[in-house]
């Protein structure tokens, strides 16, 4: 992050840390860069992260799930998920679906142009 120059920094890190429902409760490191290193090595518009989720399924039997994501153009990536729910949406309209849904009702099958058995032969 590159803060404006006379910035409270510790408050911008504990605003950034405390942020409900974000990264309030999970450990978070904050990094402030200068704009010289921002255009030298982070001007381009990759992005990528990681979510890592763990849970048990019995007393003595633990799981991680870990997720991510490595994108070479961020906008890219976003504008391709913008119209693959446009497209659920469409297919959602179709089948007569009314009300609001969140990106976890969505059938993946439906956000695909492929058809159902293609995605089953390349995917599965």
């Given at each position: ?11 911008i ?8 429902d ?46 991510s994501?490595?994108l070479?153009?961020?906008?890219e ?8 729910y ?9 089948n ?29």
């Amino acid at each position: 992050m590159v803060p404006q120059p006379g910035a409270d920094l510790n408050a911008i890190e504990q605003a950034i840390k405390t942020m409900p429902d974000y990264f309030a409760g999970y450990e978070t490191r904050v990094t402030f860069i200068t704009e010289t290193e921002m255009a030298a090595k982070h001007a381009g518009t990759p992005h990528g992260g990681f979510v890592l989720r763990s849970g048990s399924s019995g007393p003595s039997t633990r799981h991680i799930m870990e997720f991510s994501l490595k994108l070479d153009s961020n906008p890219e990536f976003t504008g391709n998920v913008l119209a693959a729910y446009a497209r659920a949406v469409f297919r959602m309209a179709c089948n007569h679906y009314t009300g609001a849904y969140t990106v976890l009702d969505i059938p993946f099958a439906w956000l695909s142009p492929k058809p159902a058995a293609q995605l089953r032969r390349d995917l599965l």
